[in-house]
């Protein structure tokens, strides 16, 4: 029953500041995923949190209860490393044992507790093999089980699937959130993998270069990106950027196609004299055709190139200067021939404006 | 993977040549000298003279018979043995606690470890020559006597009230300050190369500093402790040079500062030049060094090491 909170904190190393102020509240028994690119700041976040790392500056809090200065030990956390990080020269017992061992429990506690866990992670016919002996996926669960076993207050995951194989990380990770859920404990889970983000996140938080970029729930991160970065960090293929002119009139026009954007947007630019604008769309909401359709938004260009995945392809058209991925069915890309003039038609409901000297969504500035 | 013998020839054959050039054939022109009688380096009269085993039975005589050798093999066993164990846990311990100090400190601290083995022989044993010097000039005496703890100069490494003990503490003293840097940096090389992450891990689950220590520095690197150990002993077994310019500008006593490595050589070179009883000596020394390292490597579990092989390389 923990809640975490980083009040302002800031971690610097030398000259790089990897934690830029940062926010952030993780509610109790939710699963968080920290997303972002490499060299985000998304391990040294976790590190503070665990408190292998003292902030620079700030504080944080389990259930407001200030533990900055507390050691890892003191703050009952567990962890689970990408590479494991599994004591090569203990047995897969004694890897598990080694936390209980340290705070001196009885053996036959110990013992229990060992075989309840491995019992839980289904890694009883493990136990005495050394590390060296076991797969990527058995190795990742004896990990879970060391950090588990401690019946910490908070769990806190860096990367934990990134060395598995395509299909096991889609089977580990629903098996993580299941665990998770059964368990109800308070997670923080990193990763650069968007999908699995949305796969298993109650929360994203979004960090680049340092700084939260979006916090919310996979649906908001996803339909509603709070700015360019997190658009274009977001999906597969992810959001489509174009940049456009706002004229007179109140219309936006792009290569030679003009759009009436809604009032509420119209509004917001006007109040912040915007002369240019972006605007961003999912790969997933337009459709490329030879000819436009009626209530759509239908930039022209040139067919560039079409990549069948099985159900959906990705098409890629050259509209201007910008370079434009849709997905859509096959069987209908598959109609269309490489090098000709067709028409993107974008649903207009479905487009995010973007201011573009803040990179900020229209949505999110305060009207 | 298989590799052809011509190109394991190819790529291995330099270093064959050199270890060849270098070791092997000193090796057996040094086993061979012990079976001639040899003195005064006169080649011409004694390489194609054949006696025997006439130098072990005279070596075996000075052993059983001669007070002095009995001296020459107490202080050898004394000298590799104490320095030996400074060497290693010395090293072992400066590698510790630079392992845990900040990056720039350790390479400061280091390299004031260093620099007695990087100082040429010659100056550093000058150096000692004057800290242990038996008159007023030597520093030691002048800090003894400024502090009036003595009211005469000693001559620790001379004077036959202090002897033995006053010889080998110098020797090994002086040996085992250029000997630790080596133990040094091998451990904190070992030390660097496990993972952080899994020091990481064992804070997190409450490992303090001298557990993690115990618990994953000391179990992970076995190998090099090993590896150092053995090494050590060899190049104690074998080293001379401090000790015959401290024998030979008369800071230590020459009974009591002669370990066997140095008897042979000042046999071969300085006193009797009786280079075919130093061939054999020598040759001596070397099969016993053989022993001990065999010993040592299967008392440490050097097999287990080499034996289970980590798949196909
Ligand atoms: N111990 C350290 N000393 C110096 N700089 C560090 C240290 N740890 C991290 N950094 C720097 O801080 C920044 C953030 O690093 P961090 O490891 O948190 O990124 P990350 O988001 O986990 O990236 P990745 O996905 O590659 O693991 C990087 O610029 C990194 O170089
Ligand atoms: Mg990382």
Known sequence: ?367 | MKIRKTSLLFFLGPALFVVALFYIIPLFLSVYISFTPMVDWNVNRYLTQFVGLQNYERLFHIVMYDPDMRAVIMTTVVFVLVTLVINVFGGLLLALATYFMDEKMSAAYQGLWLLPRMTPIAVYSLLWYYFFHSSGIGVLNSILLKLHLINHPIALGLDPKYLPWGAWFIIIFVNGLVGVSYGMIIFYSAFKSIPRELIIAARVDGASTTRIIRHILLPLTKWHFTFVTVWQMFSLLMTYAQTFLLVEWRVVDSTWGQTWALYVFRTAFTTTKDQGLAAAASTFLSIIGIILGIIALKALGYEKMILEPKGDI
């Open chain 1, 1 to 367: 029953m923990v809640s975490i909170r980083l009040d302002k904190v800031t971690k610097r190393f030398g000259k790089v500041v990897a934690v830029n102020n940062v926010d952030l509240e993780i509610e109790d028994g939710k699963l968080y995923v920290l997303l972002g690119p490499s060299g985000g700041g998304k391990t040294t976040t976790l590190y503070l949190i665990a408190g292998i790392y003292k902030p620079t500056s700030g504080r944080i809090y389990f259930n407001e209860k200030d533990v900055t200065d507390l050691t890892p030990a003191e703050r009952n956390v567990g962890l689970v490393f990408q590479n494991y990080a599994l004591y090569p020269h203990m047995k897969v017992y004694d890897n598990i044992a080694f936390p209980l061992r340290l705070r001196k429990e009885p053996k036959s506690k110990i013992d229990s507790k060992v075989h309840e866990v491995a019992k839980f992670l289904r890694i009883e016919n493990l136990l005495d093999r050394y590390p060296h002996q076991l797969s990527g996926g058995q190795q990742q669960r004896v990990a879970l089980a060391r950090a588990l076993v401690k019946e910490p207050s908070v769990l806190l995951l860096d990367e934990p699937l990134s060395n598995l194989d395509a299909l096991l990380r889609v089977y580990i990770r629903a098996e993580l959130k299941r665990m998770q859920q059964d368990l109800g404990i308070t997670s923080v889970y990193v990763t650069h993998d968007q999908s699995e983000a949305l796969a298993i996140a109650d929360k994203i938080v979004v960090i680049n270069k340092g700084v939260i970029q979006q916090e919310g729930t996979p649906e908001q991160i996803y339909e509603n990106p709070r700015n360019v970065f997190v658009a274009t960090f977001i999906g597969n293929p992810p959001m489509n950027i174009v940049k456009g002119t706002v004229l007179e009139d109140g219309t936006i026009e792009t290569t030679g196609s003009r759009l009436t954007p809604p009032p509420a947007v119209l509004e917001k630019i006007k109040r912040l004299k915007l002369k240019n604008i972006l605007m961003a769309f999912r790969p997933e909401n337009a459709v490329v055709s030879e000819h436009p359709i009626e209530g759509r938004f239908s930039p022209m260009g040139d067919l560039f190139e079409v990549e069948p995945l099985g159900r959906d392809a990705v098409v890629t058209v050259t509209v201007g200067e910008f370079v434009i991925k849709v997905v859509m069915p096959t069987r209908e890309a598959m109609q269309l021939r490489i090098g000709s003039k067709v028409y993107v038609n974008i649903d207009p409901s479905t487009i995010k404006y973007f201011d573009p000297n803040t990179e900020l969504n229209l949505e999110y500035i305060e009207a």
